[in-house]
């Protein structure tokens, strides 16, 4: 018996949906976490950023982490002013933020991430932070589920079939 493109999407969606429920976040390239000290100040917090390309520095205290700062953080709280070269990334990062472990699945972190409304994630081991995971790093995850539809698609999506003879 010959397989509809129906059973083909089903097959698809039981792929992904198997792949987000049973992979675990350890199998994702994960970058290892920028660590601050928390009585650095929020202009180092912001430089290590920066320095390093990504949305949010981790605030440890001997090893262990107390706080996140985030890119949201630098827009949203009022620390800007002639006094922001001492003001201390303790003071204004969210304490006790939500983490996950590393054997925790994609499915869960998605989930934990989207009702609390977060873009980066501590990945703990321990008490000790051994990652971040983003949301950047989730997508790519999901786009390595269709390499050839996302490989295959137009260069400028607008102009693909709007702008052709055969386009509506």
Excluded: W
């Amino acid at each position: 018996m010959n397989m509809s493109e129906f059973d083909d999407a089903y097959d698809d969606q039981q792929r992904i949906r198997g792949a987000i429920l049973e992979t675990p976040i350890s199998e994702l390239p994960l970058r290892d976490p920028i660590l601050v000290s928390a009585t650095s100040t929020v202009a180092d917090a912001v430089k290590s950023m920066n320095d390093h390309h990504t949305g949010c520095v981790l605030v440890g205290r001997e090893g262990k982490l107390i706080g996140i700062f985030t890119e949201r953080d630098v827009l949203t709280k009022d620390f800007f002013r002639a006094d922001s070269h001492t003001v201390a990334v303790e003071s204004v990062m969210t304490k006790n933020p939500e983490t996950l472990e590393a054997d925790d699945s994609i499915a869960f972190a998605l989930n934990k991430m989207s009702v609390g409304g977060y873009r980066h994630i501590p990945i703990i081991q321990g008490g000790r932070p051994v990652g971040v995971l983003s949301v950047r790093d989730i997508v790519d995850f999901l786009v390595d589920l269709f390499p050839e539809d996302v490989l295959n698609l137009p260069p400028s999506p607008s102009n693909a079939i709007t702008n052709s003879i055969d386009g509506g």
